[in-house]
């Protein structure tokens, strides 16, 4: 480097993340953009998981937020499809679903965070910079919501184990649990360990299908209160 010059990886490393917004109501990804604009360089808009998909492997996005909810392709879909192509490019979901269903399932087909719109832009911001760090982010609000899960069950269980169950149940290494719930990895294994007591877990792939078989049953509890 010759004077005041920078080379090439200097210059990239000051230019903001590059951020892909995706939502079936342009207008409001459009607004996304515009409110993020300065933090973050965005690389595009679309409405549909046909454009989403296109613009990850063309653009090549730092990360992406999208919603579940998409015309053509939904936004879970629509990660599957990148990942078999085989980009590793974070998906943030900033979805107006907000149920633990919708959390679980994106969260176990891969996304790097999950945000409820409710949170706000604010909410959003936090989830992309955590992921960008390399970690991964659920919304608060499943912190602090009283879980209803398999009561029965797991009788005897602190609340902070309850949600550890849950997203092992999503697939979430311990180290992801740990980022996700702002935990050192050690307190995870730690709690691990007592839910293999509490559940009679005889092994690691034994705690995970008891973590899969108690969301099973609350996704099929919550249904048949909803059609009662």
């Not at 069950?153 to 649990?177: E, K």
Request: with cysteine; glycine share 10%.
């Amino acid at each position: 480097m010759t004077g005041g010059s920078m080379d090439s990886s200097q210059q990239e490393m000051l230019q903001p993340p590059r951020l892909l917004i995706a939502d079936q109501r342009l207008m409001e990804a459009e607004g996304i953009s515009v409110a993020l604009a300065k933090h973050f360089q965005i690389v595009g808009c679309v409405r549909n998981g046909r454009e989403l998909f296109s613009l990850v492997l063309r653009m090549k996005p730092d990360v992406v937020a999208t919603d579940i909810n998409l015309g053509g392709a939904d936004g879970i879909e629509v990660l599957r499809r990148v990942q078999k192509a085989g980009s590793t490019v974070p998906f943030v979901f900033f979805s107006s679903m907000t149920d633990r269903a919708s959390m679980r399932h994106a969260m176990a087909a891969g996304a790097k965070a999950y945000v409820p719109k409710s949170d706000g832009l604010a909410g959003l911001r936090t989830a992309v910079d955590r992921v960008l760090k390399g970690r991964t982010y659920i919304s608060p609000r499943w912190a602090d919501e009283s879980l209803e899960i398999e009561r029965a069950g797991r009788r005897g269980l602190t609340q902070r184990q309850q949600q550890i169950l849950d997203l092992l149940g999503a697939r979430m290494s311990s180290q992801q649990i740990a980022d996700a719930l702002g935990l050192s990895r050690r307190t995870v294994e730690s709690h691990r360990a007592r839910l293999s007591e509490a559940t009679r877990a005889r092994s690691a792939q034994d705690l995970l299908k008891q973590a899969e078989r108690f969301g099973a049953t609350a996704l099929a509890g919550r249904g048949a209160g909803r059609s009662g």
